[in-house]
């Protein structure tokens, strides 16, 4: 099942992608940011992974200078795209046109690491004290 949804995404977008081995009990494709908006339209239309359960994002000491950032997507089985944004200029577009859902974990991610969503009338702060002036906290806590 799960080669089939890989090699349906690989078809319509075009190109191989890597399967990470990383997550135990979860499916894990890495692929580019440009790629999110079609590989998440084949996911939901195609076969059926409507329920994000989250976007979670991190920076790993192996690479520092980038950050990771992961839809949670769910059906049955956890299905999980990585995509890593260069840490000076962490720009990726929206889904929230085919998952309205997602609002809470954008408005997170881009609130915690900085990430700006394209696509989307802002990213209004969720978290935060309305007065916090010093910048993405996931970004600041390592110039410490």
């Known amino acids: 099942m799960v080669q089939k949804v890989i090699s349906d995404i690989e078809s319509e977008i075009g190109k191989p992608y890597q399967q990470l081995e990383s997550i135990i009990n979860e ?3 890495q692929i ?4 999110l908006r079609q590989v998440v339209k084949v996911l939901t239309q ?3 992974y409507n329920h994000l359960s989250t976007i979670t994002a991190q920076i790993t000491k192996e ?3 980038y950050i990771e950032v992961l839809y949670h997507f769910w059906k049955g089985s ?14 990726i577009d929206s889904i929230i046109d085919f998952i309205p859902g997602v609002d809470f974990y954008e ?3 881009a609130e915690m690491y900085g990430v700006h969503f394209n696509l989307r ?9 309305d007065d916090w002036t010093e910048g993405p906290p996931m ?3 390592e110039k410490e």
């Open 27 to 29: 499916h894990v494709l």
């Open 46 to 48: 195609k076969h059926g």
């Open 121 to 129: 009338d802002g990213t209004p702060p969720l978290l935060l004290p």
């Open 78 to 91: 956890g299905f999980t795209l990585l995509l890593r944004l260069e840490k000076e200029n962490p720009v």
């Open 32 to 35: 580019p940011s440009e790629d």
């Open 63 to 65: 690479d520092p200078d």
């Open 107 to 109: 408005r997170e991610v």
């Open 139 to 141: 970004l600041t806590s």
